[in-house]
């Protein structure tokens, strides 16, 4: 029998390295936690926003802080939508620098899927959404609702399904959204900033200087990095720009390799501290701020017949799956990429459709968006929840159907016949 010519094809969504299986692994756990307890959140706002409305908008507005010199006297909700997504993205941010010397995207090569599956996840629900709204009485200034991705509600949503996501998908699944993060913090920071104020904005960005400076001197000690770090929020929420870029500039000025003997780098040992706080307090509550909307029969309809919420529906449930499917299988054929033989491409699919399951950053544009006009932000707030719910739903369907490989998949990887804490697959791989 002829020998088969050899492929120059590489493999896509092959066995991850051993160290960066830990790493996601680990990183997951904590986010599946915090999925969950997001779930609840948003599902107590709800109740709450229903059943006890008076109580819930005084909740809301109950204003507290100080007035001077940097108006921080702030209501909760908008505490939770400007302080608490601050460490959100500082996480995010610290993701995405690891992500750039360790992770997925240290290569181009590796990073040209994800970060191509990520763009074309924002571009085409964002366009889908454009035109919707394009006509009489849309609202076009939506645009970006649509476009983010939820990592932690979409892993809340796989642990209640009991899904067995192999680590590869899993993986892929976390650098889209990390991307898709990045994304995110930059039309934040280009579409809905205003009024700059550039006399607070010099004086954040020489607080982040200082801040990376100390870093790289390696200075330690919180009591000098937890008031720095407030000042850098506070001068960048003055100047206008959204306060959240602070976070992710923080958390990309962090060193994310190792040096000399170190086991762990300063970021991925400050991302170890932070991320429960971030998936496990921050989020939920800005969910529990953020997802109060009144719920009924007319405003249901609304949904599905005015341009707004329209647009948003479609936008995350056919704009995110077809613009990160179709994103990722162009680009695996023009780089010659060959899928994992142990997976199919309907995975990807049923991947993509989790990916449309947007919810923190959708809730924080649906505010920015709609800034003069409540009862729209309200709207495209519901339109958010069951456009994340419909995407949760087909794509339980689609993990369903697969759940049982998948959980093969998972043993096959987990496996540790002699006991010595390393998986069998990665012994037999040479």
């Excluded at 680990?26 to 307890?37: H, I, K, M, Q, S």
């Excluded at 499917?325 to 699919?349: I, M, V």
């Excluded at 989790?354 to 544009?365: D, K, M, N, Q, R």
């Amino acid at each position: 029998m002829a020998t088969p010519p050899p492929t120059d094809r590489r493999q896509f969504l092959g066995l991850l390295p051993l160290p960066e299986r830990r790493f996601i692994t680990d990183a997951l756990r904590t986010e599946t936690v915090g999925g969950v307890l997001l779930l609840i959140a948003a599902v107590v706002a709800l109740v709450w926003a229903n059943v006890w409305p008076h109580s819930y908008e005084t909740v809301s507005e109950f204003t507290v802080g100080p007035s001077g010199p940097l108006h921080l006297d702030l209501p909760l909700e908008a505490w939770a939508q400007d302080g608490l997504l601050a460490i959100f993205f500082f996480v995010a941010g610290i993701e995405l620098k690891r992500e750039f010397v360790a992770g997925e995207l240290r290569t181009p090569s590796a990073a040209l899927l994800p970060v191509v599956a990520a763009v074309c996840g924002v571009a085409l629900p964002a366009a889908l959404d454009a035109l919707i709204n394009s006509g009489a009485g849309g609202h076009p200034e939506g645009w970006a609702i649509p476009t983010a991705t939820d990592i932690a509600f979409a892993l809340g949503v796989l642990a209640v399904v009991g899904s067995h996501l192999p680590s590869a998908l899993r993986a892929f699944l976390l650098t889209l959204a990390v991307v898709d993060d990045l994304i995110a913090i930059l039309i934040i920071a280009v579409f809905y900033s205003s009024g700059i104020k550039f006399w607070a904005l010099g004086l954040s960005l020489a607080g982040l200087v200082l801040f990376w400076f100390l870093n790289r001197r390696g200075v330690h000690g919180w009591y000098l990095y937890l008031p720095l770090a407030f000042a850098i929020w506070a001068l960048m929420h003055e100047s206008g720009v959204h306060a959240t870029v602070a976070g992710v500039a923080m958390g990309l000025m962090l060193r994310c390799h190792t040096e000399g003997d170190e086991k762990q780098s300063p970021g991925e040992h400050i991302e170890h501290l932070v991320r429960p706080i971030s998936a496990g307090v921050a989020v939920p509550l800005f969910a529990l701020f953020a997802a109060g909307v009144t719920i009924s029969g007319p405003a249901l309809g609304e949904v599905f017949t005015q341009a707004v919420p329209l647009g948003i529906v479609v936008g995350l449930l056919a704009g995110k799956t077809v613009g990160i499917f179709g994103g990722t299988w162009l680009a695996a054929r023009f780089t010659r990429a060959e899928l994992n033989p142990q997976l199919k491409w309907a995975d990807l699919f049923a991947v993509a459709t989790v990916a449309g399951i947007g919810f923190t950053v959708s809730l924080l544009i649906s505010e920015l968006a709609f800034p003069e006009d409540p009862a729209l932000a309200d709207k495209a707030k519901a339109a958010v929840l069951v456009g994340s719910v419909l995407c949760a739903l087909v794509a339980t369907v689609l993990l369903k159907l697969r759940n049982r490989h998948y959980r093969q998949l998972c043993e096959d990887e987990d496996r540790d016949s002699d006991g010595d804490g390393i998986p069998d697959v990665y012994q037999q791989v040479r």
